[in-house]
C-alpha cells in the first residue's frame, strides 16, 4: 500500500487511508442526526481514531520530518494544517466527553448548540483538505 513513499514512510500512506475512511465516517454520521445515538457514538469512534492517528502517527512523523518539512519551505502549510486540526479535535473531544456523559446519565442527547457541531465538522474537512494538500505536495516535492 505504497503510494508515494518507500518502505520507510508507509505509515504516512497507512495515516493517508485512515483520514478518507474518516472523513467518510464524518459525513456517514451527519448523516444520521435523526437518530442522536448512532450519530454520537459514530462521531465519538471517529474523533477518538483521529485523536490516535494524531498521537501515534502525525505528531512523531512532523518531528521525524522537521527538517525535511521546513527544506522545502512547507513549514506554513503543515502548521496551517495542524492548527485548523486542532481545533477540530479540541471541539470534537468536548461534543465526545459531553455525548458520553449524557449516555451514561441516561438524559437527553442533547450535547451542543448545532453551530458548534457545523464548526467542527468544518474545521475537520478544512484540515482534512490541506492534510491532503501537504500528503501530495510533500510527496511530489520533497520525497521526489
Same mark, same amino acid.
Given at each position: 500500500?505504497?503510494?508515494?513513499? /518507500?518502505?520507510?514512510?508507509?505509515?504516512?500512506?497507512?495515516?493517508? @487511508?485512515?483520514? #478518507? =475512511?474518516?472523513?467518510?465516517? $464524518?459525513? &456517514?454520521?451527519?448523516?444520521?442526526?435523526?437518530?442522536?445515538?448512532?450519530?454520537?457514538?459514530?462521531?465519538?469512534i471517529?474523533?477518538?481514531?483521529?485523536?490516535?492517528?494524531?498521537a501515534?502517527?502525525?505528531?512523531?512523523?512532523?518531528?521525524?520530518?522537521?527538517?525535511?518539512?521546513?527544506?522545502? /519551505?512547507?513549514?506554513?502549510?503543515?502548521?496551517?494544517?495542524?492548527? @485548523?486540526?486542532? #481545533? =477540530?479535535?479540541?471541539?470534537? $473531544?468536548? &461534543?465526545?466527553?459531553?455525548?458520553?456523559?449524557?449516555?451514561?446519565?441516561?438524559?437527553?442527547?442533547?450535547?451542543?448548540?448545532?453551530?458548534?457541531?457545523?464548526?467542527?465538522?468544518?474545521?475537520?474537512?478544512v484540515?482534512?483538505?490541506?492534510?491532503?494538500?501537504?500528503?501530495?505536495?510533500?510527496?511530489?516535492?520533497?520525497?521526489?
Amino acid at each position: 500500500m505504497i503510494f508515494f513513499s /518507500n518502505a520507510l514512510n508507509v505509515m504516512f500512506d497507512i495515516n493517508f @487511508v485512515i483520514q #478518507i =475512511a474518516l472523513i467518510a465516517l $464524518l459525513i &456517514f454520521g451527519d448523516i444520521q442526526k435523526p437518530n442522536r445515538r448512532r450519530h454520537g457514538t459514530i462521531m465519538v469512534i471517529a474523533t477518538i481514531v483521529n485523536l490516535a492517528t494524531l498521537a501515534i502517527i502525525m505528531l512523531p512523523a512532523l518531528f521525524i520530518k522537521w527538517s525535511l518539512i521546513e527544506l522545502h /519551505n512547507l513549514t506554513a502549510m503543515i502548521l496551517i494544517h495542524a492548527i @485548523v486540526g486542532g #481545533i =477540530a479535535i479540541v471541539i470534537g $473531544l468536548v &461534543f465526545s466527553i459531553r455525548f458520553l456523559i449524557f449516555l451514561s446519565r441516561n438524559k437527553d442527547l442533547n450535547c451542543g448548540p448545532k453551530m458548534g457541531m457545523r464548526i467542527v465538522n468544518l474545521t475537520w474537512l478544512v484540515s482534512f483538505v490541506l492534510g491532503l494538500i501537504f500528503y501530495f505536495v510533500f510527496y511530489t516535492t520533497a520525497i521526489a
